[in-house]
């Protein structure tokens, strides 16, 4: 079974992707947050960062759209290739209403015309491999339903599926009932994407249907090493120690290439850490302590000492 990294934007960028490759462990692929590209201009050029070679040195990820007209693909198409990228994801799932208003991520679900006028114009002479993250729908779940036919359709490599509709954003349960019935109608390789936590909840989903693989996010925000425990790796306390403080030490560099003062540092750092706190047993004091960071010297005290503590 393959593990994929989500995309999550401003958690696992170029900035956390590159420590976590490097000194925790390696996904069989990973992603970059969404480009966002409409009416054939980028929304925010800086999005396009993301996966430039320079910020790539140790695993090179699948670059993904975030938009819903052939023109627009074809701007990121360009960017795509002319930095040796041989694939590319189209997101259908982003679940936030100043993305879903427009008709984008989750919003296109609701659009079956839109979806097969921009799949029948990426697919006249696309020189990518693609494939699609997705939901169940925007409103409700029987929307995906009416897009199987045209998903089938198309060479796509793979559909991912996290099993929510998009006005749930990241609440409620998933579906697990009609992931299976949708993924059993669908010819091509799925993976499961939702609220994989531990090895366990990786295993049980195993169990619902045939899949190709699953794709985990907050899950290993919050325990770096759940990769490891799913493929049955042992790590030792000592081993897990050092590879956290190798990870953070990445972290605080990769920040120090992007971000300028300990204001932006703080921010971004702090995000993170209202996921990764629930790794550590005095977790709610640790995020509480850096809540009230001000300094990278104040949070680098902090994050060490929790560290000691494991």
């Known amino acids: ?112 015309e839109i979806i097969s006028e921009l799949l029948k114009g990426i697919f006249a002479d696309t020189h990518l491999r693609i494939s699609i993250k997705c939901r169940l729908g925007m409103e409700n779940p029987t929307e995906l339903e009416q897009l199987i036919p045209i998903f089938n359709d198309f060479p796509l490599s793979e559909i991912i599926i996290h099993p929510r509709i998009g006005k749930q954003q990241y609440k409620g349960n998933v579906n697990a009932e009609a992931f299976v019935k949708f993924a059993e109608q669908i010819k091509h390789p799925i993976f499961y994407n939702g609220d994989i936590f531990t090895a366990e909840d990786a295993e049980r989903i195993q169990k619902l249907t045939p899949i190709a693989g699953i794709m985990i996010g907050r899950g290993v925000l919050q325990n770096p090493f759940l990769l490891d425990e799913i493929r049955n790796k042992e790590i030792s306390v000592e081993e897990k120690r050092t590879k956290l403080r190798n990870f953070h030490l990445g972290i605080i560099e990769n920040c120090k290439q992007k971000y300028s003062g300990d204001g932006h540092f703080m921010k971004r750092l702090e995000e993170m850490w209202s996921y990764h706190a629930e790794n550590f047993i005095n977790g709610k004091k640790v995020l509480k302590q850096i809540k009230k960071c001000r300094t990278l010297a104040e949070y680098e005290e902090i994050v060490f000492r929790a560290l000691n503590e494991l």
């Open 1 to 112: 079974m393959q593990i994929y990294l989500a995309p999550l934007q401003g958690l696992t960028d170029w900035i956390f992707r590159e420590s976590f490759t490097q000194h925790i462990a390696t996904f069989d692929k990973t992603f970059t947050p969404f480009v966002r590209v409409q009416n054939g201009d980028f929304f925010r050029p800086s999005q396009c960062n993301d996966l430039l070679p320079e910020h790539n040195h140790f695993q090179k990820p699948v670059p993904q759209f975030l938009g819903n007209d052939t023109e627009s693909f074809k701007r990121f198409e360009n960017l795509c290739l002319e930095n040796n990228y041989t694939e590319a994801n189209i997101n259908m799932g982003c679940p936030y209403p100043m993305v879903t208003g427009r008709k984008m991520g989750a919003g296109i679900l609701s659009y079956p």
